[in-house]
């Protein structure tokens, strides 16, 4: 049957699968080489926290096949995916499931880090405001989640080469090229998305990290000794 081509990923969306992968694999290393690398670690933190917000706000004003709702799963599309009898392009509904745990994986995991602490080189940004007690046992949830992330990144790459090898569905050609060849009748160009809505979902992704870095703490008052008296 003849195919034609769409254009299924758009630039934005694609620069953020990118820059995630590579800022996953940095944080996962110098999180594990701790030391003098835990602050790179905290750096890349509110690099990773920015790009997530990016994201949402993408998925919210991003081109058509970026946003959420167009493959939000729901128990139709997921019946009908399971049957044989779904038809679309981008994300499968079971694929959203994948995508929609990384994003709040991922979002859980750098807000522990925000709040946490390790009692020795590292105090989360945000961690002042709330007790210590309640820090270190977020610190503890963000070791626990580590492991949860990487299990999920596990089962979504396998599940990507199994698209890609058995089921012949190639997935990571159309994200760095933006371009799939389909069947007629399975689905139409990205439409949307624009030089206007970048910039906002920037600007909000710069807002959330200024909010995630703690500048807008109130410097603790002054610590006074009393006066020496002979």
Same mark, same amino acid.
């Given at each position: 049957?003849?195919t034609?081509?769409? @254009?299924l990923?758009d630039l934005? /969306? *694609?620069?953020?699968?990118?820059? %995630?992968i ?8 110098t ?14 933190g509110l690099?990773?926290?920015? !790009?997530?917000a990016? *994201?949402?706000?993408?998925? !919210?004003?991003g081109?058509s ?7 939000f ?5 997921? *019946?009908a995916y399971?049957?044989?009898? =779904?038809?679309?392009?981008?994300h499968?509904p ?5 995508v929609?745990g990384l !994003?709040? %994986? ?8 925000? !709040?946490?602490n390790?009692?020795?080189a590292f105090?989360g ?10 820090s270190?046992d977020?610190?503890?949830l963000?070791e626990?989640?580590f492991?949860?992330l990487? /299990?999920?990144i596990?089962?979504h790459l396998?599940a990507? %080469?199994f698209?890609?090898?058995? @089921?012949?569905? &190639? %997935?990571? @050609?159309p994200?760095?090229t933006?371009w799939k060849?389909? @069947?007629?009748g399975?689905?139409?160009?990205? /439409?949307?998305?624009?030089a ?9 992704a710069?807002?959330v990290v200024?909010?995630g870095s703690?500048?807008w703490?109130?410097?603790? &008052? &002054? ?5 020496a008296? =002979?």
């Amino acid at each position: 049957m003849r195919t034609h081509r769409i @254009k299924l990923w758009d630039l934005p /969306t *694609r620069l953020f699968h990118g820059l %995630l992968i590579m800022l996953m694999i940095a944080a996962i290393i110098t999180g594990q080489i701790g030391g003098g690398a835990i602050e790179w670690h905290g750096r890349i933190g509110l690099c990773l926290l920015g !790009l997530i917000a990016f *994201r949402l706000a993408w998925g !919210l004003i991003g081109s058509s096949h970026s946003r959420f709702a167009n493959f939000f799963p729901t128990p139709t599309s997921v *019946r009908a995916y399971l049957n044989g009898q =779904w038809q679309g392009v981008g994300h499968n509904p079971l694929g959203a499931f994948s995508v929609f745990g990384l !994003l709040a %994986l991922i979002t859980l995991q750098i807000t522990t880090g925000l !709040l946490s602490n390790d009692d020795i080189a590292f105090d989360g940004p945000l961690s002042g405001l709330i007790s210590k007690a309640l820090s270190d046992d977020l610190g503890e949830l963000h070791e626990f989640i580590f492991g949860l992330l990487l /299990t999920l990144i596990a089962l979504h790459l396998a599940a990507i %080469l199994f698209y890609t090898y058995v @089921k012949k569905d &190639p %997935l990571i @050609k159309p994200m760095i090229t933006g371009w799939k060849d389909i @069947k007629p009748g399975e689905g139409e160009s990205t /439409t949307g998305g624009g030089a206007l809505a970048f910039v906002l979902a920037v600007l909000i992704a710069l807002a959330v990290v200024y909010a995630g870095s703690g500048q807008w703490i109130p410097a603790p &008052p &002054p610590v006074t000794t009393p006066a020496a008296t =002979w």
